[in-house]
């Protein structure tokens, strides 16, 4: 009888876009007895590992979600914190990220921001503006409810001076008036901690995003854990609402 033949399927591509709810610092270093910051400091490094992961991975677009509108309601000295390492790791880490071929992008309220920090935002989009081996989103002062209430003013504006009329507004011009205008949709969403909420994150572009959450605190999260989680999307099965 003759084998059947035994063909060795290509590995699955990775998803285009992989969007990531970095949770759980301040439990991570609850649990050492340690203070709330020494989490978003070692936060900062596993953002630096999942950067590199997917490069490694072959993902062309990952959104990082690293401070909600809604975080501002924190004690301020959290938030003190936070700018502080945002600054940071601003400072030092935009020309390693540029000299691996990152391109940056902020999406978020930038004008809650402070100045200085608005200065090294824009630096880094500018300077990394024709990089093209990862696209990296990083959502600060974001919210999604936000963002689609500006992309509906904007539209309103656009139809009351006349420039389109009220059936021109559809999906397709709401959604190139969204700051990821142009950006494809999230294909995975990761949430760590074991959170299960969205948390007003990227509401209308997730609207068939894969989600997997995993237990993993934030500062926890290896290539690995990218890896499986990128393994777990690979098991699903997408339909857009159309049949298997
Ligand atoms: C995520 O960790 C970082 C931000 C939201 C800025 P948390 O600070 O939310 O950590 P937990 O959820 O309290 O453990
Ligand atoms: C969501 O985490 C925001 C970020 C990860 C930046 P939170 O810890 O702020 O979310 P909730 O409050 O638990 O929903
Ligand atoms: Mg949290």
């Not at 880490?93 to 935002?121: M, T």
């Not at 205008?181 to 894969?210: C, H």
Request: charged letters at 25%; proline letters at 5%.
């Amino acid at each position: 009888m003759k084998a059947i033949s035994s063909r060795t399927d290509a590995a699955p591509p990775p998803p285009t876009h992989v969007a990531i709810i970095m949770d759980g610092n301040g439990r991570w270093a609850i649990s050492r007895g340690l203070p709330r910051v020494a989490g978003h400091r070692q936060g900062a490094e596993a953002v630096r590992t999942a950067i590199t992961s997917a490069v490694d991975l072959g993902v062309s677009y990952l959104t990082l979600y690293g401070f909600s509108v809604e975080n501002w309601k924190r004690p301020k000295n959290e938030v003190t914190d936070l700018m502080g390492l945002l600054r940071l790791y601003l400072s030092r880490e935009i020309a390693e990220l540029d000299r691996q071929g990152v391109r940056i992008r902020f999406i978020g309220q930038r004008d809650r921001l402070a100045p200085d920090i608005v200065r090294l935002i824009d630096d880094a989009e500018g300077r990394t503006r024709t990089n093209t081996k990862l696209n990296l989103v990083v959502a600060l002062s974001y919210g999604a409810r936000q963002e689609i209430t500006a992309a509906a003013t904007a539209l309103a504006r656009r139809a009351l001076a006349g420039e389109i009329t009220p059936e021109e507004i559809n999906e397709d011009s709401l959604a190139g008036h969204l700051e990821t205008a142009g950006m494809p949709d999230p294909d995975l969403v990761i949430r760590t901690s074991g959170e299960k909420r969205v948390s007003n994150f990227l509401l209308w572009q997730l609207a068939y995003a894969e989600f997997v959450f995993t237990d993993t605190l934030w500062p926890d999260f290896s290539r690995d854990d990218l890896a499986e989680a990128i393994n777990e999307f690979h098991r699903r099965e997408r339909r857009f609402g159309a049949t298997g």
